[in-house]
Structure formats: C-alpha cells, structure tokens
C-alpha cells in the first residue's frame, strides 16, 4: 500500500483465517501463504482528512489492486483460492 493520507490510514490485510492489522504508510508485507486458505485480502480506510492511496496483493504471480482517494473513502482488494485453476 502507498500514497498519502494527512491523518493516515487504518489497514486490515491477510487470510480468510487470520486477520493482521497495521497504520503504516507506505506498508509492504510478506506474509506465508497458506495453501488451504479461502482468500487473502487488504482493506485501507483514509481518515476524515482524506488522502490518495493505492493498494495491491500478488500470490503466485497474479497481481489485484485498487485505488481510494478522497476522505473515509477504502481501498481494498482480494485473490481468491480456486484450487488447481490458481488465484484470481
């Protein structure tokens, strides 16, 4: 996740069974992949100030990602487990 927030950010990211959280901006994060998890997700909510900000998850290769600008807007984004057809 990267951009700007003027009073910064409140993230959630991580598996359909574990849930981490961070106010970091910019924030990377290298996370082990579970083979049995459902889904892997971020969700970043700007401030009542606002800001511009982007976020991105990439497993395998596949690569989602989404954009928030404005005040108490979010960007989030997911990659889904489809088995032996990958992550979309």
Do not use: F
Request: charged share 20%.
């Amino acid at each position: 996740m990267w951009g700007s927030a003027a009073s910064g950010v409140t993230t959630t990211y991580g598996s359909d069974s574990k849930n981490l959280g961070s106010t970091d901006l910019p924030m990377t994060k290298k996370v082990k992949l579970d083979p049995d998890a459902v889904y892997y997700q971020v969700s970043v909510q700007l401030a009542h100030s606002g800001g511009d900000i982007r976020c991105s998850i990439t497993i395998d290769g596949r690569t989602t990602a989404d954009h928030a600008k404005g005040s108490y807007e979010v960007c989030s984004t997911q990659l889904n487990n489809l088995g032996s057809n990958g992550w979309r």
